[in-house]
Structure formats: C-alpha cells, structure tokens
C-alpha cells in the first residue's frame, strides 16, 4: 500500500535531534570552549527520550569529552555548526522512502567564506544515509523555510532575493513552487535588523505544530523592528483560518559585553565579531521534536514571558528553558543550530 509524499517538519514523531560541535575561532571564542560548554549543557538538559545525534568531523573526533560519549556519533566534514541551512529539506516519497531537497550555499551572502564542507555537507549526509536528492542552483538556506507538515509554508522571501540578485522575485517564486509541488507557499519579504542572514524566517515565525505558528511581535514604535513586525502579522493573518498564531516578545538588538567578544579570531574569512556587532535574540528560534519545546533564554526579563507563553500555547508538549546566548553570540540560535533526521535512517549510521 502506497502513501501520500510528505514533508517531514521538526515535530514529526520518530525522528532524531541533529547537533553539531562547535571548533571555528573565527566564530566561537576561546577556541570554542564556551560554545562547546553550551552545546554540552544543552544535552544534558534535554529529556532521557530524545534521541541525540552529534556530527563531529573526523579530525576534531578526540575533543569530544566522555560526557557525550553516549550521544550517537556521526563523523562528517563542515565548516560551521548551523545545520539547520546545510542540511536538506526531508520527505518521505509514495512509497515510504527518505528523499531529500537540498540548495546551493554561498556562506549567507558572504557572511563566511570558507564553506567548501558546508556546501558539500548536504550530498555527504545523504551519502551517508543512501538518501536520494534534488540539489537545485537556488542559493538558499534551511532557516528561511518553515511547514507544517500539512502543505502550508512560510519562505522567507528577503534572503533569498538578496543570494540570487540575478533572479526576479516571481522567477524565485515560481522556481520554489516547481520545487515544492502540491504546497502552499506563504512568502514574507522582510528582515530582523540584528539577523546576519538578511531575513532567515526561523527568526520570525515558525510551526511549532500543524495547526500552531509562534511569531516575533513588539507594540513598541521605537523599536528597531516594529514595522518589520506589523507587516510580518498582517502577512500571518492571510494564513488558513485553522492556524493559530502566537506572538512571543522580541527585544530589541543586543550588545555583546566585551568578554563575550575575547578570544574571538578576525579574519577575512569571516564576518568580524566585534563588541559593536549587535545580537538578535529571538524567542521564535526554538529547538523543537515531537515531544518538546526548547526556548531560548537570554538573561532579559522577557525570558520568562516566552516560556511561559509556549506552555499556554502548547500544552501537550514538554517546555524547557535553555541559556542560548553563547549562540547567538556565534550569530544564530536554537533552531539554527539544530535539525531532525528521520529515526529509521540514523539507526543504521
């Protein structure tokens, strides 16, 4: 018996969590040590029911500590930890097997430019999982495109203007369209001051469910993003009326302390993580299975509201709170650094 394809979102049952470990000094100071601190922390904290993957390239294997041994290893070669844009799109085709969507990667406009493992990371993992894939020329990344799981999609349309200027927006439109058959595609053209990929939607708005969106909000006109989120709710409002909408605080850009910015390499390969480079603290970008809910926190006083305001949202699934400063710092959060892989397919790694 045949099924009907469909997109895998984050909250799909039997599905692993996707990690990666942090090493490049151009992005984590210290060497890392901190951002890798975090990464453990955030293991450790997760519920003993969620399965855990932890891709590491062969050559750094020996600095992951005894703490994660346990955690499934997957040793594979990238240049940064934001799997959420270097890794594929997933679908179970007709007849129940993996397939996989995956777009070109110019390193979020230049933001780095040392990328030849990322930009092959999508092929190698597929590889690895004997997962069939489209690779389309679209220059795009992961964090601009969340589903339900039930055809409907936001795309963050800004960003991926911005990675193919030779595009026209309809010419965008009607490619993504050829690429994702059958879908509903909701597209925003617009951007968080702060967001160093130029309007990812994971900083905006995601699917937490089938039928629940949380979205950045703020009622204060003097800040930075206000129009930004007036247009984003009016574009949310044109979403199918069984969609519920929740609106999580967004604080204004944040700057780094000048300890937070200690030990971190500028170079040319990389955007230059200074103390005026500011932070975009977002309570959208949650780490999320079937199961759980993590939010980010960031030591402001409106941490509490948006964990709060998840629960309300989402009782049924589990809600914890998670430090992610270290990562923002690093230039994105929970839902960047993460994605989900089909349980049957890590099983056989």
């Known amino acids: 018996m045949t099924t009907t394809a469909r997109w895998l979102p984050d909250f799909m049952e039997n599905q692993r969590l996707l990690l990666a470990w942090p090493y490049r000094s151009d992005v984590w100071r210290k060497h890392a040590d901190p951002a890798r601190d975090a990464l453990i922390k955030l293991i450790k904290q997760l519920p003993d029911n969620t399965p855990v993957s932890l891709v590491v390239p062969a050559s750094i294997s020996d600095s992951v500590p005894e703490a994660l041994k346990s955690v499934q290893r997957i040793e594979l070669d990238y240049d940064d930890i934001w799997l959420r844009d270097t890794t594929p799109l997933w679908q179970l085709n007709s007849d129940g097997q993996l397939a996989a969507l995956s777009f070109d990667f110019d390193g979020w406009g230049g933001v780095q430019n040392v990328i030849a493992a990322d930009k092959a990371f999508s092929q190698s993992l597929c590889s690895r999982l004997m997962c069939p894939v489209t690779n389309s020329l679209l220059i795009a990344e992961g964090g601009a495109f969340t589903h339900n799981g039930q055809g409907d999609w936001l795309i963050g349309l800004a960003c991926i203007k911005q990675r193919n200027p030779a595009m026209t927006e309809p010419q965008i439109k009607s490619l993504l369209g050829q690429l994702l058959p059958g879908q509903r595609l909701h597209f925003f053209d617009g951007g968080l001051v702060a967001d160093e990929t130029g309007g990812h939607i994971d900083n905006m708005a995601l699917f937490v ?58 170079t040319s390969s990389s955007l230059k993580r200074t103390v005026e480079l500011p932070l975009l603290c977002s309570y959208v970008n949650v780490l999320q299975t079937s199961k759980l809910v993590v939010v980010p926190q960031f030591g402001l006083t409106t941490d509490a509201q948006a964990v709060r305001t998840v629960r309300e949202a989402l009782p049924e699934r589990k809600v914890i709170a998670i430090d992610a400063r270290e990562f923002v710092l690093g230039g994105g959060g929970l839902h960047c650094i993460s994605h989900n892989l089909p349980k049957f397919k890590t099983d056989e790694l």
């Open 209 to 266: 469910d089938a039928n629940t969106v949380l979205y950045a909000a703020t009622d204060n006109t003097a800040h930075p993003d206000y129009k930004t989120c007036q247009a984003l709710k009016k574009q949310l409002d044109k979403l199918p009326a069984y969609i519920q909408t929740i609106p999580l605080p967004l604080p204004p850009p944040q700057l780094p302390a000048r300890e937070e910015r200690a030990g971190v390499e500028l």
